[in-house]
């Protein structure tokens, strides 16, 4: 029975198809062009693109253009790289330049059919950024690729690790940059930290275009990335806080060991809330006001430190230092430490030096930085069964391009045996056959350890010539990749190994040539060697055409099909022949989660025997329907942890806005004095109470407040006895004489130094607060998930909270600001002193999946301080020589003080 939806279907054509249908006319008016191109010179091609930009400065659309342009670099690619983009990758071009993602599947030319919207989108002159999932693909890309722009005469330029910041504002400043999503990331944070405009490297967020567009806004964009520095010192917080807990009895906290949690009781509580009072520590009337965030984190982690982590079995102390125990394998971790915090607490539990916090300077996820773009594009192999959260965060449709050539891949049940034995035996088994016949063979496992465990198993087996591919170094990568069409090759791969570079059957000419041939020079010889390589692998690819083609063995499901898809996809690119198979177990992840125990009981009592599999179209469908759920769980996970981000996201335009607006400020005499006026608003309110009798005024809480804030030591308790005063007069005369003591300053400096001291002051104290305020809403938001015990809604109680800590970070802020300005002096040379610099710092993108830093131990390193010195290289006699020291290290000098109470008493 057809349903209406598929009857209409079937009359109409889905929305996919009709898309696609609407496209075809003005791939029609490009074919059209073709001879008209072909009959131009070099130069009258390249004059084309002048041309274009003429029609765009006279008001011309940039969608009025989309026909001859394409016609332009269509004409371009065939004759600078001799490829002519076919009429379904034209279809390609046109919906990335609409803003959207165009699902195309492999070996179909994606990255050709990037150049046709980015060199119309280029032609504004505001810059198109093209993303890549690695450092090759962006370098590879932008060469490949950009011989194309370069001919049309636009100017490519690429960003990759360690460039400086001269090198990225050169390659941002190009007509088109190849990037990868790291870097364009990480760049935005850290132009966010600069002091001046001169200093930012990027100039915008115009168009971008995202290859691998599912690994990039889905994949990786479960953790954000970011931007860490050291902390100040909190030792003795650590320490205070320590000894508190310590005063704590069995009743004040609650221990479940099961969910390694403890919370405190509400004597507990009350117990805590008088300790911290009684130290000065305690804002407000409860431990649980707003103001208090960090203290609360800083106490749970204390608890959990005594009640949770046990000395021997979680951690061990070692030559002074808190050593991990590995809770799954026993074995010390070194070097890796509990984050927010946790380590400094268990440092206080033992008593041993307490090492710096890293503090979050800056973050931002995928989400938020691309969502900036006026106009974002995507590209990939797979992406239709992520098509709602695409459309819900991203607000970019899919559409699937047709194959050139239809495709010939046989997609095969899957087969599922009882144990990961008898998989791996069938699994061998199948290798086996495939190998006698010369099919080249890809088999995908799901994790890099999976991937060597299957590869000592063929080893055992006897094979010797096989691959094992996963992604650790992209270069090699592509290169394994690129021959693993060859007759009778296996290549073992984890299952995003390679994305990028297509398995060409018979193997991949161009890469054999330049690995065979390296640096030989042009001439007879090597024409001669590069013809053989040719012919040889047109040999090899009737072979491997003999053989079936490219057969993809599949060692288990993924949680996503979208991920099954890809590695299934990589088979029977461009009409070629090909197979794809299966291969699971009851034992496996997904199988197991999913009630395989009740199915294996069920198989047993059928009569399964040993190595025996069930293959039914039934239990295909099973998986997918399993696959959609776990799909459905991980896209919540992403928009919950998104709602979250976009509260802070919120807060960190408006600061970013603002940091923008400091800088480009000719005269900041203004916003200054309106800080100012603002402070002693507030001064008056909070000491001088509405419709209040004089005698009810705080006269002294006043005097010592413009004491701190103005630098001002006025008669106010004389004032507030004159007959008749008003606050409005006293008011006045706090403004007049705090007026008077800034344009004295103002005059003095100049207006010059005056302008840049403002600049610096306000951007550094902004900077300061901001990343205090950062560390108080990661606290916040590593609490707030209780409020729910209570009936409140965590994210609405986040928002709100969020929203007061961010108003108290302003209030904070212009007292900040006055308090300084208004004691300023001018050093000397202070108008000749470079710009102050953005902290030492380090880049940081969390696996979602391991917890591994992507980052490891090249984490920007472009960024180190270079005032960091090694002890070894500090002449104790010379403090010139010793570069930043830690307060709480042994001072360089020799005296064994710790340098706070030592040379750094004086600095």
Not at 550 to 560: D, G, K, P
Not at 655 to 678: H, S
Not at 699 to 714: M, S, W
């Amino acid at each position: 029975m057809v349903s209406f939806g598929g009857l209409a279907r079937k009359i109409f054509g889905s929305s996919n198809d009709r898309r696609v249908k609407s496209a075809r006319p003005r791939v029609q008016a490009i074919n059209a062009m073709e001879n008209e191109m072909r009959a131009l010179s070099d130069d009258e091609l390249r004059a084309r693109t002048e041309q274009f930009r003429q029609d765009l400065a006279n008001g011309a659309h940039i969608d009025d253009l989309l026909v001859p342009a394409f016609a332009v670099v269509r004409e371009g690619a065939r004759r600078v790289l001799g490829l002519r983009p076919f009429d379904v990758q034209l279809i390609g071009g046109m919906v990335l330049h609409e803003g959207g993602i165009a699902e195309m599947r492999t070996g179909e030319g994606k990255t050709l059919v990037a150049t046709l919207p980015v060199y119309l989108n280029a032609l504004a002159g505001k810059g198109v950024h093209v993303v890549t999932v690695n450092d090759y693909l962006a370098t590879r890309d932008a060469g490949w690729m950009g011989r194309i722009y370069k001919f049309l005469g636009l100017s490519v330029g690429v960003i990759v690790h360690g460039l400086s910041d001269e090198e990225r504002r050169a390659a941002y400043a190009c007509d088109v940059t190849y990037a990868t999503n790291n870097e364009l990331g990480f760049d935005y944070l850290r132009d966010n930290m600069k002091y001046e405009r001169a200093q930012m490297v990027q100039r915008g967020h115009n168009y971008a275009i995202v290859d691998e567009v599912d690994s990039i806004l889905i994949d990786e964009a479960r953790t954000p990335l970011i931007i860490s520095g050291p902390l100040e010192d909190r030792s003795e917080m650590y320490n205070t806080i320590d000894a508190f807990i310590l005063q704590l009895g069995p009743d004040d906290y609650e221990v479940d060991e099961k969910q390694k949690t403890a919370i405190f009781t509400e004597d507990g509580t009350e117990k805590l809330e008088n300790l911290l009072r009684g130290a000065g520590h305690l804002k407000g009337e409860s431990l649980y006001d707003v103001e208090n965030v960090a203290i609360v984190h800083h106490v749970n982690n204390a608890l959990k430190a005594h009640r949770l982590f046990q000395r021997d079995k979680d951690y061990i102390v070692n030559n002074g230092e808190i050593v991990i125990i590995d809770e799954f394998t026993g074995r010390m971790m070194p070097g890796r430490r509990f984050s927010e915090g946790l380590h400094q607490a268990l440092e206080a539990k033992e008593h041993v030096t307490i090492q710096p916090e890293n503090q979050t300077l800056a973050s931002v996820t995928f989400q938020n930085y691309f969502r900036m773009y006026k106009k974002l594009a995507g590209m990939t192999g797979t992406a239709a069964t992520e098509a709602e959260e695409f459309g819900n965060i991203y607000g970019l449709g899919v559409t699937e391009i047709p194959t050139n050539v239809p495709v010939q891949r046989i997609d095969e049940d899957d087969e599922v045996y009882r144990t990961v034995e008898e998989k791996y035996k069938a699994i061998v088994r199948e290798i086996r056959e495939a190998h006698a016949k010369g099919q080249p063979t890809l088999v995908g496992t799901t994790s890099i350890e999976k991937s060597e465990l299957l590869a000592e198993r063929l080893r055992k087996d006897g094979f010797k010539n096989f691959e094992v591919l996963n992604a650790r170094h992209h270069e090699r990568e592509a290169a394994i990749v690129a021959q693993a069409g060859k007759p009778g090759a296996i290549t073992i791969a984890t299952n995003m190994a390679g994305r990028g570079t297509d398995i060409q059957l018979g193997g991949n000419a161009e890469m054999r040539i330049a690995e065979e041939l390296g640096d030989m020079p042009a001439g007879p010889e090597r024409e001669a060697r590069e013809k053989a390589i040719h012919d040889d692998v047109a040999r090899l690819k009737e072979k491997a055409l003999a053989a079936g083609g490219l057969f993809v063995l599949a060692t288990e499901r993924h949680e996503s099909r979208r991920i099954d898809n890809q590695l299934r996809g990589r088979s029977g690119r461009q009409g070629d022949p090909g197979r794809s198979k299966f291969f699971l177990s009851l034992q496996d992840d997904l199988m197991r989660i999913f009630g395989s125990e009740r199915m294996d009981g069920m198989l047993q009592k059928l009569g399964l025997k040993e190595d025996e599999a069930i293959i039914h179209p039934w239990i295909n469908k099973a998986l997918e329907k399993a696959q959609k759920k776990v799909e459905a769980r991980n896209f919540d996970i992403r928009k919950n942890l998104l709602k979250y981000d976009d509260v802070m996201n919120d807060q960190r335009k408006v600061v970013f806005a603002q940091r923008l607006e400091l800088m480009d400020g000719e005269n900041l005499g203004e916003t200054v004095a309106e800080m100012r006026q603002d402070v002693i608003d507030d001064l008056v309110a909070k000491h001088i109470p509405e419709n209040a009798y004089s005698e009810q005024w705080d006269a002294v809480g006043l005097k010592e407040g413009v004491l701190q804030y103005l630098n001002h030591d006025l008669p106010i308790e004389d004032w507030v006895q004159e007959e008749g005063i008003a606050e409005d007069d006293i008011r006045d005369r706090i403004t007049e004489q705090a007026n008077a003591a800034a344009a004295d300053r103002a005059e003095r400096f100049g207006p010059e130094v005056m302008t840049y001291v403002e600049r610096s002051i306000v951007l550094q104290t902004l900077d300061h607060l901001w990343r205090e305020h950062l560390v108080n809403l990661d606290h916040l938001r590593s609490v707030v998930g209780f409020r729910g015990y209570g009936q409140r809604d965590p994210l609405n109680e986040y928002k709100s909270e969020g929203f007061e800590l961010f108003q108290a970070m302003l209030g904070n802020l212009r007292q900040a600001v006055t308090a300084q300005l208004m004691r300023v002096e001018l050093v000397r040379e202070a108008a000749e002193a470079p710009p102050p610099q953005a902290p030492a710092t380090h880049g940081h993108h969390f696996d979602a999946n391991t917890g591994e830093d992507s980052f490891g131990d090249v984490a920007t390193a472009v960024l180190e301080d270079p005032r960091v010195v090694p002890a070894e290289e500090r002449d104790p006699s010379n403090p010139q020589s010793w570069g930043k020291v830690g307060r709480n290290e042994p001072c360089p000098c020799g005296s064994g003080k710790k340098y706070k109470h030592c040379h750094g008493a004086f600095a």
